[in-house]
């Protein structure tokens, strides 16, 4: 992300300066998948890549003006608009607007440039990242004085009322709260967050981009979420966090096969993270890596959300002796994560790519991860 472009492509479009420029990340998940709309515990962390958005105040004008360079699309459209951009693009960024007007803040108009650098639909929390790009720009901008985690709520009602996914808090959360060097342990029934300063000594995270497209847009993912839902409901919880394993065994002979396998997923993935939790207060990644293996096996088997293609770079990883690996974020393609002992680094990264061509045909991309900083001003 090249701030320079941003800012050229703003005077030629605009014939302006550019105004405030922000930025906001996308987001790794070390474990805790599809626990946040259950109530559970997530352990993400943001990395560096993100969506960098210049934005400049029309003062007196109701009308946005957004340029996305990546897409190279243009829309125009009014704040006090009842419908919005039909371009689920451009939603994203009318959602936000809406939300924090909503919420009292008094958003006026403004011409926008932004690009990123997150792969879009790699399950890196790239949507997120656009959200919180311009929740946390606007609230600033305009004076609003909403707190990271109000913002983080702006985020998840946009994807909620204007895109039609029901997603937990994670992405939103982390893209607010990251922090340079730490991954941060969310309860998501509570809200509470702890900061874990991430130095694996002798170990490093990679992620490696299937390249094949996940969309959660009128995905199964709204699906998963509901047959949590009704599992919670016949067992007289809020969530499937306060579920304990007997109860989901006494309820089984009453639940479809689906919901019952998905429901033992979530159940199983809870007492991961504990189990995640505690290997790191001893700084043993083997067993953080054997969690990461078993949460694999249950986002493909139980949750379904895996596919043929992270299957296989699951596999691959195994096979070179990678210590954790499992498939990173909604599910549906996107990217797997890996943690890899530093003397197996290189053997994996140069057998992935070729093994992977070999197999499908197609280029898979590995990422290395950088724990970086939340939402925040770059220039002003
Ligand atoms: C997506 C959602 C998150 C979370 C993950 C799965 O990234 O946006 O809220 O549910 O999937 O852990």
Same mark, same amino acid.
């Given at each position: 992300?090249?701030?320079?472009?941003?800012?050229? =492509?703003?005077?030629?479009?605009?014939?302006?300066?550019?105004?405030?420029?922000?930025?906001?990340?996308?987001?790794?998940?070390?474990?805790?998948?599809?626990?946040?709309?259950?109530?559970?515990?997530?352990?993400?962390?943001?990395?560096?890549?993100?969506?960098?958005?210049?934005?400049?105040?029309?003062?007196?004008?109701?009308?946005?003006?957004?340029?996305?360079?990546?897409?190279?699309?243009?829309?125009?459209?009014?704040?006090?608009?009842?419908?919005?951009?039909?371009?689920?693009?451009?939603?994203?960024?009318?959602?936000?607007?809406?939300?924090?007007?909503?919420?009292?803040?008094?958003?006026?108009?403004?011409?926008?440039?932004?690009?990123?650098?997150?792969?879009?639909?790699?399950?890196?929390?790239?949507?997120?990242?656009?959200?919180?790009?311009?929740?946390?720009?606007?609230?600033?901008?305009?004076?609003?004085?909403?707190?990271?985690?109000? +913002?983080?709520?702006?985020?998840?009602?946009?994807?909620?009322?204007?895109?039609?996914?029901?997603?937990?808090?994670?992405?939103?959360?982390?893209?607010?709260?990251?922090?340079?060097?730490?991954?941060?342990?969310?309860?998501?029934?509570?809200?509470?967050?702890?900061?874990?300063?991430?130095?694996?000594?002798?170990?490093?995270?990679? +992620?490696?981009?299937?390249?094949?497209?996940?969309?959660?847009?009128?995905?199964?993912?709204?699906?998963?979420?509901?047959?949590?839902?009704?599992?919670?409901?016949?067992?007289?919880?809020?969530?499937?966090?306060?579920?304990?394993?007997?109860?989901?065994?006494?309820?089984?002979?009453?639940?479809?096969?689906?919901?019952?396998?998905?429901?033992?997923?979530?159940?199983?993935?809870? !007492?991961?993270? +504990? *189990?995640? %939790?505690?290997?790191?207060? =001893?700084? !043993?990644?083997?067993?953080?890596?054997?969690?990461?293996?078993?949460? =694999?096996?249950?986002?493909?088997?139980?949750?379904? #959300?895996?596919?043929?293609?992270?299957?296989? +770079?699951?596999?691959?990883?195994?096979?070179?002796?990678?210590?954790?690996?499992?498939?990173?974020?909604?599910?549906?393609?996107? %990217?797997?994560?890996?943690? #890899? &002992?530093?003397?197996?680094?290189?053997?994996?990264?140069?057998? #992935? *790519?070729?093994?992977? &061509?070999?197999?499908?045909?197609?280029?898979?991309?590995?990422?290395?991860?950088?724990?970086?900083?939340?939402?925040?001003?770059?220039?002003?």
């Amino acid at each position: 992300m090249d701030r320079n472009v941003i800012f050229q =492509h703003f005077f030629q479009r605009f014939g302006a300066p550019a105004g405030s420029l922000f930025m906001a990340p996308g987001r790794v998940n070390l474990i805790g998948e599809h626990t946040d709309y259950n109530g559970g515990f997530v352990f993400p962390g943001a990395v560096c890549q993100g969506i960098m958005a210049a934005v400049r105040p029309s003062t007196g004008s109701r009308m946005v003006r957004a340029y996305a360079i990546d897409l190279d699309s243009y829309c125009e459209f009014c704040l006090d608009d009842p419908e919005g951009p039909s371009r689920v693009d451009f939603r994203y960024l009318y959602g936000v607007a809406r939300e924090l007007m909503g919420r009292g803040v008094r958003v006026e108009g403004f011409d926008t440039v932004y690009a990123g650098d997150v792969p879009l639909g790699a399950g890196m929390s790239s949507s997120a990242a656009l959200e919180c790009c311009f929740a946390y720009g606007l609230n600033r901008l305009f004076g609003g004085g909403l707190d990271r985690m109000e +913002l983080a709520l702006v985020g998840q009602a946009t994807e909620h009322r204007y895109v039609g996914v029901n997603c937990g808090i994670m992405d939103q959360f982390v893209s607010m709260h990251g922090r340079e060097g730490s991954l941060v342990r969310l309860d998501c029934r509570s809200g509470e967050f702890e900061y874990f300063p991430w130095h694996p000594e002798g170990y490093r995270l990679v +992620l490696v981009n299937s390249c094949v497209k996940h969309e959660l847009v009128g995905s199964p993912y709204n699906d998963r979420r509901r047959s949590c839902e009704r599992v919670a409901q016949l067992a007289g919880v809020e969530t499937l966090r306060d579920c304990t394993w007997e109860q989901l065994e006494a309820l089984r002979p009453q639940l479809s096969e689906e919901d019952y396998r998905r429901a033992r997923y979530v159940l199983g993935e809870a !007492d991961r993270v +504990l *189990a995640v %939790c505690d290997a790191l207060q =001893h700084d !043993d990644y083997e067993r953080v890596g054997e969690q990461m293996y078993l949460t =694999h096996e249950g986002l493909s088997k139980d949750y379904e #959300v895996s596919c043929e293609e992270i299957d296989f +770079l699951v596999e691959v990883a195994r096979r070179c002796g990678v210590t954790g690996a499992r498939i990173m974020g909604g599910g549906f393609g996107g %990217c797997t994560i890996n943690l #890899v &002992r530093d003397d197996r680094y290189e053997a994996f990264t140069a057998e #992935v *790519a070729p093994a992977y &061509r070999a197999r499908f045909g197609v280029e898979c991309k590995v990422i290395p991860v950088v724990i970086g900083e939340g939402a925040r001003l770059i220039d002003n």
